[in-house]
């Protein structure tokens, strides 16, 4: 391997995935190693902090050796160290930071803190290196639902967000209703399967004519209701193997449905070359058929990366690390974890 090339390693560790991984010159994934937390969470429905950074501090060295012996890399090689400081739980965060920061110091290699939502978003670079900019970007996950116009590396807008539920706290809150294993989205994309919404009425929250925010938690009361009927006395309904299909399909609809039209609204406010999506709810095949058939919205390059590059993972964070080192912005060993997103116009790193 020589040691010319740009070797970043990206550490991700922000929430339920233990990740690292090395890219070669902003574009080439040398490796990219992920371990799911999904089976140790699966028993709480959700993800449980303490439990996630206990199971981040098992998992994360011997990830990290993964990820540079795949790639074929030494430690001492690397040309920066990147980690996800932000936003994301807090005690998550402290174990890919302390490893980051570790590697940085042992080997004399700068440190670069990324912003997770920031490294969802400049993900389509890696899948798609001639991406035509501006692009808009679709960043659904199981904790945030938001939409940013990707203007240049590193030059980022937030157009719109959440303002309660993400869409895929939405989807795991809704298969839960409807007796469905979590993580909600993949089963409820399983068991819509060949289903029919008609006479199945769910609203699709668009927030006023203008909006560019979401708001999922309506839909997930309006599936409880139709489900059981208004008020807390009725009972759940165990429901048979038709009606939990015709619901998912009904309720997928309706979250997928909300996001194609707010990107077609987001596209006719931003006038944008190309449309990219990230997080994990971008796995969803009905939202990537949806989007590809849109008559609006076929108009753009559509950039959908690979099912790895869309959930959690280290090359999201090696190549945005990657840019920031190109551009200055390295960081100190006071790197700090911080809970929420930078929001700003521009994908700082502190
Ligand atoms: O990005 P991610 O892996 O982790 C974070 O939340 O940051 O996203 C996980 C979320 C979960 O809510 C899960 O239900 C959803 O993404 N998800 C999907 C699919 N795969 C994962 N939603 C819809 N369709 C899928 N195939
Ligand atoms: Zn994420």
Not at 113 to 125: E, N, P, S, Y
Not at 157 to 165: E, F, I, N, Q, V
Request: aromatic fraction near 4%.
């Amino acid at each position: 391997m020589s040691t010319a090339r740009k070797l970043v390693l990206g550490i991700e560790t922000s929430c339920d995935e233990t990740a690292a991984a090395v890219v070669a010159d902003d574009r080439v994934v040398l490796s990219n190693v992920v371990h799911s937390q999904v089976k140790l969470h699966e028993r709480w429905r959700g993800v449980v902090p303490e439990a996630a950074s206990r199971s981040h501090t098992q998992r994360i060295l011997p990830i990290v050796d993964q990820a540079l012996a795949d790639a074929g890399v030494r430690a001492a090689d690397l040309t920066a160290v990147a980690v996800t400081h932000r936003p994301g739980m807090v005690g998550c965060l402290l174990v890919g930071l302390t490893a980051a920061k570790t590697l940085s110091w042992v080997h004399g290699i700068p440190l670069v803190g990324v912003d997770h939502v920031q490294a969802h978003i400049h993900a389509a670079l890696l899948a798609e290196p001639n991406l035509q900019l501006p692009a808009l970007a679709l960043i659904a996950s199981g904790g945030h639902t938001a939409l940013w116009q990707l203007e240049a590396p590193l030059r980022t807008r937030r157009l719109g967000t959440t303002r309660d539920d993400a869409a895929g706290e939405a989807l795991d809150k809704g298969a839960a209703l409807l007796g469905l294993p979590y993580p909600g989205g993949p089963s409820i994309e399983q068991a819509a399967l060949g289903g029919n919404a008609s006479g199945i009425d769910l609203p699709r929250p668009m927030l006023g004519p203008d909006s560019l925010d979401f708001s999922f938690s309506g839909l997930k009361t309006a599936l409880l209701y139709q489900l059981r009927g208004p008020g807390a006395e009725q009972p759940m309904p165990v429901l048979d193997a038709t009606q939990q299909r015709d619901m998912s399909h009904a309720y997928q609809e309706a979250v997928v449905d909300v996001l194609v039209q707010k990107l077609r609204r987001a596209a006719e406010q931003h006038p944008s070359r190309s449309l990219v999506i990230g997080g994990g709810v971008a796995r969803n095949k009905r939202l990537r058929e949806r989007l590809a058939s849109d008559r609006v919205l076929a108009r753009l390059q559509q950039v959908f990366p690979p099912l790895d590059l869309c959930s959690d993972n280290g090359a999201m964070v090696a190549l945005l690390g990657g840019l920031q080192f190109d551009a200055g912005m390295t960081s100190d060993f006071d790197l700090d974890a911080v809970a929420t997103a930078d929001t700003g116009s521009k994908a700082r790193v502190r």
